[in-house]
T-cell receptor
Framework: DAGITQSPRYKITETGRQVTLMCHQT?????MFWYRQDLGHGLRLIYY???????DKGEVPDGYVVSRSKTENFPLTLESATRSQTSVYFC??????????FGQGTRLTVV | AQSVSQHNHHVILSEAASLELGCNYS??????LFWYVQYPGQHLQLLLK??????LVKGIKGFEAEFIKSKFSFNLRKPSVQWSDTAEYFC????????????FGQGTELSVKP
């Protein structure tokens, strides 16, 4: 039981293509988050979700779309990938204001 | 803008030296505070957290942090670092009035020389 699983772990895509990063949890935590990690910027929140069918923007939402039809899944879609979206993406889960648990990350390269 | 600031971007220490990493936040009101660590090639793991009570909190691996409300600070300390502490350290803030939203600082890379 991995708890939180991100897929794929590595992805190379071309500019303009749509790509979806998957995040799946087995804990039934109410909150799920997507962050991107870039050198010099730390982790920046893209989107988060407090429960199924409830999502909200974070610090850097432009160019991304999320959905959460089921508690356990929180996919992140780049509608038209750009080079500036090359990054490491982390999914995390949590119960309200308690600590967040992070996945292993997806390294995305946009060429 | 509301933010979390970590003043040290890269810290280099020798083994047995003492460590203090600064973290300041600009959110008003009540906050929950966290320090996370990311070892090379790995995901983030929780070091310690502060919700309320004693402002000096102890975490794993000998780390501790002090919450100073008047200074909006939550600095991380360790009396004697080891080579295995080489990692990136992130401060994070959960403002009470923003649900479960967790905002991170820019991170501090710690390199410990053996």
């Amino acid at each position: 039981d991995a708890g939180i699983t991100q897929s794929p772990r590595y992805k190379i895509t071309e500019t303009g293509r749509q790509v979806t990063l998957m995040c799946h949890q087995t804990w039934s935590h109410s909150y799920m988050f997507w962050y991107r990690q870039d050198l010099g910027h730390g982790l920046r929140l893209i989107y988060y979700s407090a429960a199924a069918d409830i999502t909200d923007k974070g610090e850097v939402p432009d160019g991304y779309v999320v959905s959460r039809s089921k508690t356990e899944n929180f996919p992140l879609t780049l509608e038209s990938a750009t080079r500036s979206q090359t990054s490491v993406y982390f999914c995390a889960t949590g119960q309200g204001a308690a600590e967040a648990f992070f996945g292993q990350g997806t390294r995305l390269t946009v060429v | 803008a509301q933010s979390v600031s970590q003043h040290n971007h890269h810290v280099i220490l020798s083994e047995a030296a003492s460590l203090e990493l600064g973290c300041n936040y600009s959110y008003g009101g009540t906050v929950n505070l966290f320090w996370y660590v990311q070892y090379p090639g790995q995901h983030l793991q929780l070091l310690l957290k502060y919700f309320s009570g004693d402002p000096l909190v102890k975490g794993i691996k000998g780390f501790e942090a002090e919450f100073i409300k008047s200074k909006f600070s939550f600095n991380l300390r360790k009396p004697s670092v080891q080579w295995s502490d080489t990692a990136e350290y992130f401060c994070a803030v959960n403002p009470y009035n923003q649900g479960g939203k967790l905002i991170f600082g820019q991170g501090t890379e710690l390199s410990v020389k053996p």
